[in-house]
């Protein structure tokens, strides 16, 4: 049993190897042995090492990596997290989350607070700072975008195919019959281009056009209540839609309490289609359709790149998931 605190020494002569290969494990370095990981996270257990953040940060290192969340009350952001935590759960890497808001100057607080702690490097989900405020960001520290499309030289991004998630929707509706088919998308509030919301409009805009079809996008806000007005608004109309296609399962769930409200039927009489896949979209009495982006390999993925950022690798890497429709209940033939 050894005194006082725990060193990385004791941890190598307890598993029986160097001081450099436990500090290759404990910083999940690429090419360790599944043998190697097995002794030294025992030893690791068996010692009680915990490495002292203080120390590690005069030497260059803090193993530590922040995640600015831009809302902390979408649904499908868990997801991500999820994602994260669980590709870095054989390392030693923590991650600390941070609420960033919506607006760039607080999000640049935010991730400007966390470079000032030494975090080894950033996830930044769906920021809203413009290109040059994320390229100065990426001077400080090693940044790994999250939904935000176009890229840069000086990070590196995670997109879901937003276009092609869109299209998913449409192509489905329309297959059933529809041809008035509205969407609700996020009002614009910082003129960024890029962002997930902008992308999977004019996603819908083209897969509208690619069937002959006119567009009908109205902008409110990706939460319930945002959902609750636009659909409230599109239904108030003469020529309502026959189906209604939100950015995001969220304000989708607004989209179902108006048509209750509003006494109609769904699908018979609204067909109503979501984006994220979010946990709830299953529940029985919701069975939501919906665009599934996987938060889960989102998050991974950024996690990976950015220990890889960490690590050394210079070269910027844009990495798009492929979204899948997950059919549910909502969605069905028009009336005739």
């Known amino acids: 049993m050894t005194s006082g605190r725990v060193t990385i020494a004791d941890v190598a002569r307890r598993a029986g190897v160097s001081t450099a290969a436990v500090s290759k494990v404990l910083r999940g370095a690429y090419g360790v042995s599944a043998e190697m ?11 009680g090492y915990r490495p002292h953040a203080a120390a590690r940060a005069l030497r260059g290192r803090t193993y530590t990596l922040g ?23 054989d390392t030693e890497y923590q991650v600390l989350l941070g609420p960033g808001g919506i607006e760039p100057k607080t999000q640049a607080r935010m991730t400007n607070a966390m470079i000032d702690r030494s975090m080894d490097g950033l996830i930044l989900i769906s920021p809203v700072m ?19 499309h176009g890229g840069a030289a000086a990070y590196d991004a995670v997109v879901d195919d937003d276009v092609m998630g869109a299209r998913l929707v449409v192509d489905h509706l329309v297959g059933l019959g529809h041809t008035r088919i509205a969407h ?26 690619a069937h002959g079809l006119a567009g009908d996008v109205l902008a409110t806000s990706f939460t319930e209540e945002g959902g609750f007005a636009g659909a409230r ?16 399962d969220i304000a989708a769930l607004g989209v179902l309490r108006a048509a209750d409200e509003a006494g109609l039927s769904v699908p018979e009489d609204l067909s109503v289609a979501g984006y994220d896949n979010i946990g709830i979209a299953s529940l029985k009495r919701i069975s939501l359709t919906s665009v599934d982006q996987d938060g889960h390999v989102i998050g991974a993925t950024a996690a990976r790149l950015l220990v890889e950022r960490i690590e050394g690798r210079t070269r910027s890497v844009t990495s798009s998931v492929s979204p899948t429709l997950v059919v549910r209940g909502t969605t069905g033939p028009p009336r005739p």
């Open 67 to 89: 995640v600015m969340l831009s809302d902390t009350r979408n649904p499908f952001f868990p997801d991500i997290i999820e994602g994260v935590t669980g590709r870095l759960g």
């Open 37 to 47: 990981q097995a002794k030294v996270t025992q030893a690791i257990d068996e010692l």
């Open 233 to 248: 608004e599109l239904l108030a109309r003469d020529d309502r839609p026959t189906a209604i296609f939100a950015g995001a």
């Open 184 to 209: 609700i998308t996020h009002l614009e509030r910082a003129r960024v281009q890029g962002l997930p919301h902008t992308v999977r409009a004019e996603g819908y805009r083209q897969a509208m056009r």
């Open 130 to 148: 413009t290109d040059a405020e994320l390229a100065a960001i990426a001077t400080a520290t090693p940044v790994v975008v999250v939904g935000r």
